[in-house]
């Protein structure tokens, strides 16, 4: 497979600085060609096939993670330094406060590891700070759902967040490499995603969802990828790789090509196949799930 650049996002001009900032968050718009870029304290918004930078917006403090809100057009949901967290609205040029920690002055850096959940069924955000024993739920429109802080039945440090992007489930990974699976009504545990003590897990760096099959895709910080079929009540591991020795930052499924993408900390990109068992007489062999592209 060979990769090409289709299109540079010159950021160069962006802020009011004397030297070039540099960009320390992005978000990939769920539906559309559109990518969003924090440089400063400023959020833009650049159409991804032309270059072309569509709007922007200053935010009041530099973005540590955002997200695209999957229940509104064009807005980002984004945790700021200042611990806040904010919605930008880029069709109406808006920026709103939904929650403000109780400590006025709390900070946080770029290099912070927080971790943000958003569902399509809810207008409603999910985050947490790492390694902390609780979530925090609040709504993502101004007047919407009041802050909520959710402890979890297990008293475990949380290392990152995810909703289903059909179901109205959020997944809890936890530092022992154990991932459970709650209703974001009611919190209920639906299942948990366990391994054996054979293989030992560091905790998931990202989550990916197949778009049509009920597959989760899970990148350790130990460098395994693993896919779990959740489609019934005891869900099933169904595929496992070791991709390296760095953490998995980011795992995305291509629909078009039908590939999975991985990027590791240390840069390395790899593509990979998912060979399915068409024989349900066999049992499926994990280890050959995943194969390189």
Partial sequence: MEWSTVQHLDLRHIGRGLKPSQPHAAAFHPHQAIVAAAIGTRV?????????????????????????????????????????????????????????????????????EVHLALTPLQPVVFFGFHRRMSVTVVGT????????????????????????????????????????AY??????????????????????SAFAFHPTLEWVFVGDRRGTLLAWD???????????TQVGSQPIISIAWLSMLRLLVTLSKDGNLQVWKTRVNLNPNRPPMQANFFEPA
């Fill in 183 to 204: 209703n974001i009504h009611t919190y209920a545990v639906h299942y948990t995603l366990q391994l054996d003590n054979t293989i030992k897990l560091l905790g998931t």
């Fill in 230 to 240: 959740v489609s019934t009540e005891r869900p099933n591991m169904i595929g496992i």
């Fill in 44 to 112: 833009v918004e650049f159409d991804a096939v032309t270059g072309s930078k569509i709007s922007s917006i200053d935010i009041g403090s530099p973005v540590v993670r955002m997200q695209y809100s999957p229940t509104s057009g064009h807005a980002v949901i984004a945790i700021l330094e200042d611990c806040t967290i904010r919605s930008c609205d880029f069709d109406s040029e808006q920026t709103c406060v939904l929650h403000s920690p109780e400590k006025r002055m709390e900070q946080i850096s770029i290099d912070t």
């Fill in 141 to 180: 429109v101004e007047g919407g759902r009041a802050p909520t802080k959710i402890k979890t039945d297990l008293k475990k440090p949380i290392v990152n967040l995810a909703c289903h992007p059909r179901l109205p489930v959020l997944y809890v990974a936890y530092a022992d490499g154990l991932i459970r």
